[in-house]
């Protein structure tokens, strides 16, 4: 028996002996593949992944690199097939894996599939908000709204600097009919990107949305449409307050005010209304959003805040820096103590 049990560890220290050398070898070829797959060369860097698996098809890392870049390549079969021996394995690279064959099964035309997929990498790992991201970003496609929000809310208190889930969130609440919770979302992702190639449209949505449901009239009287919605709105009143500043924007008293002021006296008004509107109130909306801007309008914020997120127009944010270089500092200042109170 004793005899056994040494012929049992030898073959035991020769096996970790045989990976230990493999080991660098497999890692070599993924590093190679996973250079070739950033120069977009995907065909030579699903061959470099292949040698990597013919020495240890389980190696999760491999596995995860060849199915993200099936995914890439449009091989969605494959990418799904290469996701599924990562989970099996369920060590590193698990969740990543998850988002993978979510997204191949998405863009087979498989949106339930995805969504279950999502969903079960969940269940598995809580606190990763991509996965979340992508299930809102699954749910948006088939015009399930609440779902999609309650996916993003997940998401933002997982990492609330994740400009995409901002920016998902805003298109979502303007699609659901709910303009006020839109258009805080849309601040909150100018904010985080002020300067990417959709901002500019961020930004404009965001202007027509302050808005939005007033019209002028042929004798110049300006009219406000309000829909029959905002009864049931916990935001009601402050759109209200929208459509009344936005109509107050043509006033004597806003005559020779450029564009930039009323965009920063309107959104002033904006945040303290919301504080107001606070008291008591709980939730993401009022506790994540809510509370942030109603502190910043009260430490006189709002036109450091205003400026930045409107990089994107031009010059005018140049120009205002170069004498207002302590307000932005301030500002940077307070938005970082802020985010560590959280």
Same mark, same amino acid.
């Given at each position: ?30 590093n ?5 797959y ?12 292949k040698?990597?698996l ?5 190696s ?12 890439a390549a449009k ?9 599924d ?9 698990t ?11 998405d ?12 969903? @079960? &990498? =969940? ?6 908000? #991509? $996965?979340?991201?992508?299930? %809102?970003? /699954?749910?948006f496609? !088939?015009k ?6 309650e ?22 609440m ?6 006020? @919770? &839109? =258009? ?6 100018? #904010? $985080?990107?002020?300067?990417? %190639?959709? /901002?500019?449209?961020? !930004? ?30 916990e ?26 002021e ?6 002033n ?16 909306w ?42 932005i ?14």
């Amino acid at each position: 028996m004793k005899k056994h049990i040494g012929i049992i560890l030898i073959f035991s220290l020769l096996l970790s002996g045989v990976y230990a050398q493999k080991a660098p070898l497999i890692d070599d070829f993924i590093n190679q593949g996973i250079k070739l797959y950033d120069k977009g060369d995907y065909a030579d860097a699903i061959f470099r992944y292949k040698k990597a698996l013919l020495m240890d098809s389980r190696s999760s890392r491999a596995n995860y690199e060849i199915a993200s870049t099936y995914l890439a390549a449009k091989d969605y079969e494959n990418a799904v097939k290469h996701s599924d021996l990562v989970i099996e394995v369920n060590q590193e690279y698990t969740d990543q894996a998850y988002i993978v064959k979510g997204s191949a099964q998405d863009l087979m035309g498989k949106p339930l599939d995805a969504v279950k997929t999502y969903k @079960k &990498g =969940i269940e598995k790992i809580k606190t990763n908000n #991509l $996965l979340f991201y992508n299930l %809102a970003l /699954t749910h948006f496609k !088939l015009k399930d709204y609440k779902e999609t929000e309650e996916a993003l809310q997940q998401a933002l208190t997982i990492d609330p600097y994740h400009a995409s889930s901002h920016f998902l969130l805003a298109l979502n609440m303007l699609f659901a009919n709910q303009r006020v @919770k &839109g =258009i805080l979302a849309l601040y909150n992702y100018l #904010l $985080l990107e002020p300067k990417q %190639a959709r /901002t500019a449209s961020a !930004l404009q949505t965001l202007e027509e949305e302050m808005q939005k449901g007033v019209t002028k009239a042929e004798d110049k009287t300006t009219n406000i449409t309000i829909p029959e919605k905002r009864e049931k709105d916990e935001f009601s009143s402050a759109e209200l307050l929208l459509d009344l500043l936005a109509s107050s924007n043509s006033n004597e008293t806003n005559k020779g005010k450029s564009a930039q002021e009323l965009f920063i006296e309107n959104s002033n008004s904006l945040f303290n209304m919301l504080g107001e509107l606070k008291k008591d109130k709980k939730g993401f909306w009022w506790d994540f959003y809510v509370d942030y801007f109603y502190t910043l309008a009260s430490n006189k914020h709002t036109e450091a805040f205003c400026y930045y997120i409107t990089q994107s127009k031009g010059d005018a944010y140049d120009i205002w820096l170069k004498d207002n270089m302590p307000k932005i500092e301030a500002f940077s200042t307070w938005y970082t103590g802020y985010l560590h109170k959280l």
